[in-house]
Structures are given as structure tokens and as C-alpha cells.
């Protein structure tokens, strides 16, 4: 059941292609539109270069007020590309998001391992990129979507870089950090908080306690976080028992803003003068890619390690398809 993590690196030596090439070319925007972990490359591109005109789109369709927000005036759609993303190729949300973009001569690209969603561009001779099906779970296949994502952008140099993690991450080298964190987070509810940059690697982690764990978990960023959410952990006696089921994980980054770390800092000793649990998980690496996929795989043992000790199968997420049926 660890083979996921185990491969994961092997995931950066996939060369995403595009099919019916002659119709994509470079654009001045892009929306991504996605669910769960079919979205999360989306976020993880503006995590390491937040200037790349990205918008992530978590809901149906493509509202006027999404694409307003994209800066698209509607004399200028063909400045703007529309990124499809369902892993599963089924997912109803991307499906309608797919309709909508040809009903409005959006230029779009669809990426998923088959589907509904590759039968459509398919007909449609749209360009497309069908990743290989590894038999993941979305969460777990982030190497191969981020990959499929940055050909999606044409960016090639980044490409090139992330071709390298496939040798330079060793999942064997954040196992035991993983094993011990989850032991000192059992029967708890893990709270993460990071930058405002690093809001999606903390929202990541959050996803694999929910869906590999089994338990609910939280995420919130630095400042905004100590202007609220901060209070509500200011402990009264009447509160003590609810405030004591929660462990904080702060994710520390050297590049974040001074002002940045210093809140993190003294928030760290706010909680802890108050009984509360915080440990601090640093982002280490020598390059911006290194620093976020190793934090997500040290992410990945952690909750592992916490679904093993909880009895619960890391892979499977029967509430979800229940829902899927449901629906």
C-alpha cells in the first residue's frame, strides 16, 4: 500500500504530449478548472512562481464573474486558455466546464488518463493530454499532473528541472520523520498553517489527512490566520477539552517574508503557553521544486503512517464514491 509513495519520483520522468498540437499555442491566461486532486497542480503552479497569470476554478461551469477575474474582456477570448482537469476523465464538475468553454469559443485543452472528459476532445479534436494510468488515486499522481500541467503552459524549462526530481527525491528519506510525526499527532485533529505562498502545500497536506487518514483536518495562512482564527484557540476553561483536540503543524519557509516567520514564531509561542501542540515543519531543498514535492511526501508518509495506526485503508475513499453513486 506504500508503492504510491515509494514511486512517486519515477512520476517526473513522464513526458506529457499533446495531441492535436496544431490548435495550442501560448497564451496570455489560463483557468484551470478542477476538483480535488485533479486541481491541485493548478495551485501548485503559482505555489512556485505566483506571478503566472493562473486561475483555479473549483466549482461548475464558468461563470462571468471567473472569467472576469482572469482579466477577459469578450472581445479577447482567444487570450485566454481553459485547462480541463479530471484524472478520473468522469468528474461532472470539469465535464460541464468542458461544455461550457466550446458553447463560449473558449480555446481549451483537457488533461486526464481517459474518461468522458477524452471521448469529448477527442470528438471535438480539441488539443489533449491523456496522462498514463498508474492506477492512483488523484492525490497521488501529482508528479504526473503537475508535468502535464507546465506542457499545458509550454513551459519547457521547467520542464527540464522537474525532470530531475525523479533521482534527487528519495521517499525512504522522510519515512521515519512521517512515522514520528504521525505518532505524535494520533488522536488528534491536525491544524496546518503556512505562508500565504505555501497555502496550497498546506492544503495538500490537509487533502492526505482527509483522504489517506481518514480524519478531518484544517489548514489556514499566515497573516490573515492571527487576525482571527488565532482567538479562537485563546483557551477558557469552558473550552480547554475542545482546544485539546487539536495539534498545530506550522510549515516554515526561509524565502517567506520576515514578518512572516517572526508571526509564526511568536504564534508557535502563544499556542504553547496555552497547552497547545506545534510542531514545526521546515521546507528544505535546493531548488523551489525540491523544497514543495519533498514537504508532500514527507506529507504522504505522515498520514500513512496515521491511517495504518488508525485502521483505515490509505488508498480507498469509499465516502467519495458513495456520493459519486448517490449523485
Excluded: C
Excluded at 24 to 35: A, C, L, N, P
Excluded at 47 to 71: F, I, N, S
Excluded at 186 to 203: E, F, L, Q
Excluded at 238 to 265: C, E, V
Amino acid at each position: 500500500m506504500s508503492d504510491p509513495i515509494k514511486n512517486f519520483p519515477s512520476q517526473f520522468a513522464y513526458e506529457p504530449e499533446i495531441v492535436n498540437p496544431a490548435e495550442h499555442r501560448q497564451y496570455e491566461r489560463y483557468i484551470v478548472v478542477g476538483m480535488g486532486g485533479s486541481a491541485l497542480a493548478g495551485d501548485l503552479l503559482t505555489a512556485w512562481k505566483p506571478e503566472l497569470p493562473v486561475v483555479v476554478r473549483r466549482d461548475y461551469g464558468l461563470p462571468a464573474e471567473t472569467l472576469a477575474k482572469a482579466g477577459l474582456p469578450p472581445a479577447d477570448k482567444q487570450r485566454t486558455l481553459v485547462i480541463v482537469s479530471s484524472y478520473s476523465g468522469n468528474t461532472e464538475e470539469a465535464i460541464e466546464a468542458f461544455h461550457e468553454a466550446q458553447k463560449l469559443g473558449l480555446p481549451n485543452i483537457s488533461i486526464t488518463i481517459g474518461g468522458k472528459l477524452l471521448e469529448l476532445a477527442k470528438a471535438a479534436k480539441i488539443p489533449y493530454i491523456q496522462m498514463p494510468d498508474l492506477h492512483l488515486q488523484p492525490r497521488e499522481a501529482l508528479g504526473l499532473s503537475f508535468r502535464a500541467h507546465l506542457r499545458a503552459l509550454n513551459l519547457d524549462e521547467a520542464l527540464r528541472e522537474t525532470r530531475g526530481l525523479a533521482t534527487s527525491l528519495i521517499p525512504a528519506n522522510y519515512e521515519t520523520a512521517g512515522r514520528e510525526l504521525a505518532e505524535r499527532l494520533h488522536d488528534s485533529v491536525p491544524v496546518i498553517y503556512s505562508s500565504t505562498r505555501n497555502r496550497i502545500i498546506g492544503y495538500v497536506w490537509k487533502i492526505k489527512f482527509n483522504e489517506t487518514a481518514k480524519i478531518p483536518a484544517f489548514a489556514n495562512v499566515f497573516p490573515e490566520l492571527n487576525h482571527n482564527e488565532m482567538t479562537g484557540f485563546d483557551i477558557q476553561p469552558a473550552t480547554a477539552a475542545i482546544a485539546g483536540n487539536f495539534r498545530f503543524i506550522f510549515l516554515a519557509d526561509d524565502d517567506d517574508h520576515p514578518q512572516i516567520r517572526k508571526r509564526m514564531d511568536i504564534t508557535a509561542g502563544l499556542l504553547r503557553e496555552r497547552k497547545l501542540s506545534v510542531e514545526m515543519v521546515h521546507l528544505e531543498g535546493p531548488s523551489r521544486f525540491a523544497k514543495m514535492f519533498s514537504l508532500i511526501l514527507l506529507a504522504d508518509w505522515t498520514t500513512y503512517h496515521a491511517a495504518k495506526a488508525y485502521g483505515s485503508d490509505p488508498t480507498e475513499v469509499p465516502m467519495q464514491e458513495n456520493l459519486k453513486k448517490a449523485l
